[in-house]
C-alpha cells in the first residue's frame, strides 16, 4: 500500500469513529462550549471532544506527523507529514440540528501553510447521512466506491454554485457584493453552511462551483484534494492562487477563471 493509500485508509478509519461520536453527542443534546473570533462563531463540546479523540487516535497510529486541529492548534512533527484537521465543519450546523456536517481530515506534506503543502490523502465524512468521501493524490476522489468526476459540461441555464458568510456581520455587505457579481454566472445559488461539504459537492458534480472568502486551512484542506482528484480546480487570490482567508475557488475548468475574476471583484 502506497503512502497515500495507508494515510487514506487511516483517516477513514479516524473519521468513521469521529463521526459516529459526533453523532451520537447530537442526539443527547449540543452545549455550546464558548464562542470564538465573534459571538456568532461557537465552538460545543463535540467539536472539543472530537478534535481530541482524532488527535489522540492520529499520535497513536503516527505518532511523528504535525497537527494542526480547528481546536486545539498547531503541533509540529518530526515527520514530513501534518494533519490538518476540523472535527465538525458546519458547527452552527450541527448545533441547530441541521444534518450538513462533517469531520475533514487530511494528511498534508511540507509546511503546513496552503501555499506550500502537497495534498497526500482528504476524507470529509458526513456522519448523519453516512456519506464519506475520500481521495488519496493521484488515485481519484471517492464517494464510497463510486468514482467522482466534477462537472465540466456546458451550462446553458447558468451554474449551480454554493457560498457561504463569515461569523462577523462587519464582512456580510462585502460578501453579499460579491454573490452579486457571481450571480450572472449562476443558475441558482446554495448555502449549505459547510466548507468541506461544498467542496466534495463540486467534486462529485452536485454543484458546478463553490467561493467563499474567510476559510482557515482546516476548512478546505481535505475538500480540496477532493476537486483536484476529481478533475477540478482549487484556487484562491493572489498570484500563488491557493486556496486562503482572502478567497477560496473550486470548479471544473469550464468556468474557474470567469468564478475567480467575478468573485475577486
Ligand atoms: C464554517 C465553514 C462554512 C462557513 C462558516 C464556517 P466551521 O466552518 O465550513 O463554509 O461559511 O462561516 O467558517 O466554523 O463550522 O468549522
Redesign the pocket.
Known amino acids: 500500500m502506497t503512502d497515500a493509500a495507508h494515510l487514506q485508509a487511516l483517516a477513514i478509519e479516524i473519521a468513521r469513529e469521529a463521526g459516529e461520536l459526533a453523532r451520537v453527542r447530537r442526539t443527547e443534546g449540543v452545549a455550546i462550549a464558548a464562542t470564538k473570533s465573534h459571538i456568532a ?1 461557537i465552538v460545543t463540546e463535540a467539536d472539543r471532544e472530537v478534535e481530541e479523540l482524532i488527535r489522540r487516535r492520529l499520535k497513536e497510529a503516527r505518532p511523528d506527523d504535525g497537527f494542526l486541529g ?1 481546536e486545539s492548534g498547531a503541533e509540529r512533527g518530526t515527520s514530513d507529514i501534518t494533519w490538518v484537521v ?1 472535527p465538525i ?4 450546523n450541527y448545533a441547530y440540528g441541521i444534518p450538513s456536517y462533517a469531520v475533514s481530515i487530511a494528511a498534508v506534506a511540507g509546511e503546513p501553510v496552503p501555499e506550500e503543502w502537497d495534498a497526500v490523502a482528504g476524507v470529509v465524512f458526513n456522519p448523519a447521512s453516512g456519506e464519506l468521501f475520500h481521495a488519496a493524490a493521484g488515485s481519484g476522489a471517492w464517494l464510497h466506491d463510486e468514482r467522482l468526476a466534477v462537472n465540466d459540461q456546458p451550462m446553458p441555464a447558468g451554474a449551480l454554485l454554493a457560498t ?4 462577523d456581520p462587519s464582512t456580510h455587505a462585502g460578501d453579499l457584493a460579491r454573490v452579486a457579481r457571481v450571480m450572472p454566472l449562476a443558475r441558482d445559488l446554495r448555502r449549505i ?4 461539504l ?1 467542496l466534495a459537492f463540486v467534486a462529485s458534480g452536485r454543484l458546478d462551483g463553490y467561493f ?1 472568502r ?2 482557515h486551512p482546516w ?1 478546505h484542506a481535505a475538500g480540496a484534494l477532493l476537486v483536484i482528484e476529481a478533475g477540478g480546480r482549487v484556487g484562491g487570490a493572489g498570484d500563488a492562487d491557493v486556496p486562503s482567508r482572502t478567497m477560496t475557488i473550486a470548479s471544473g475548468a469550464a468556468i474557474y477563471d470567469a468564478l475567480r475574476a467575478a468573485a475577486l471583484g
Open positions: 462563531d480547528e476540523d465543519d458546519g458547527t452552527v457561504g458568510f463569515g461569523y453552511g459547510a466548507a468541506s461544498d467563499e474567510g476559510l476548512d
